[in-house]
């Protein structure tokens, strides 16, 4: 079982910037693939952003794509998110997830563990 705990939302103006953080328990988090999804209210959940488990291969949705970066520190057990230039369509409940699969991927089904979200709000 892996726990993941996340921190750093909140309210933002359009064209700010929040820096989310996922701590994930346990001694193998280094083995894991770790992802952001982000569901609005109404809405599916949908892939934002995905690191492989060495963090030299990320994938990013394109509505992200340039805006938002993905990183990991594997001797701290986190992953972040940092948010530029962000925009009101950009609200929503961000998630933190985990993959066994060891690779960065945009699939949902391929997670196996998920943080309980931290709300994001762009305000215009």
């Known amino acids: 079982q892996v726990q993941l705990v996340e921190s750093g939302g909140g309210l933002v103006q359009a064209g700010g910037s929040l820096r989310l953080s996922c701590a994930a328990s346990?001694?193998?988090?280094?083995?894991?693939?770790m992802g952001w999804f982000r569901q609005a209210p109404g809405k599916e959940r949908e892939f934002v952003a995905a690191?492989?488990?060495?963090?030299?291969?990320?994938y990013y949705a394109d509505s992200v794509k340039g805006r938002f970066t993905i990183s990991r520190d594997n001797a701290k057990n986190t992953v972040d998110l940092q948010m530029n230039s962000l925009k009101p369509e950009d609200t929503a409940v961000y998630y933190c997830?985990?993959?066994?699969?060891?690779?960065?991927?945009?699939?949902?089904?391929?997670?196996?563990?998920w943080g309980q979200g931290t709300l994001v709000t762009v305000s215009s």
């Open positions: 997830a985990a993959s066994r699969l060891l690779i960065a991927t945009g699939a949902a089904d391929d997670y196996d563990y």
């Open positions: 690191v492989s488990w060495s963090g030299g291969i990320t």
């Open positions: 346990g001694r193998t988090f280094s083995s894991y693939a």
